[in-house]
Nanobody
């Protein structure tokens, strides 16, 4: 049974940093792209960042570009999201996800992701 376990959320002030982690168990995902999405209250889930299976390619939503960094450690079956210079508008529940298809180029489409973490709340106070 595949599980994605997230950690690292919390309450911070604007300008602070947080690092989210997501570790998969039950299957190796070293050949699958992984991503982060978020959902703010009353809004749809939106793309944040994605990283290719090799880690060579990363893509970001315009709203987080330059502030957030996605990375992965395939040996640990883990993906990270380093969030710097946090803003109030970053407040949301953050979800990690794994692409269903091996070796597919990293994509921002939520439809490509099959496995999802439980969600981690990030609250940024201004």
């Amino acid at each position: 049974q595949v599980q994605l376990v997230q950690s690292g959320g919390g309450l911070v002030q604007a300008g602070d940093s947080l690092r989210l982690s997501c570790t998969a168990s039950g299957r190796r995902f070293s050949s699958n792209a992984m991503g982060w999405f978020r959902q703010a209250p009353g809004k749809e889930r939106e793309f944040v960042a994605t990283i290719s299976w090799s880690g060579d390619n990363t893509y970001y939503a315009d709203s987080v570009k330059g502030r957030f960094t996605i990375s992965r450690d395939n040996a640990k079956n883990t993906v990270y999201l380093q969030m710097n210079s946090l803003k109030a508008e970053d407040t949301a529940v953050y979800f990690c996800a794994v692409d269903s298809e091996r070796f597919r180029p990293a994509t921002s489409s939520v439809l490509a992701y099959e496995y999802w973490g439980q969600g981690t709340r990030v609250t940024v106070s201004s």
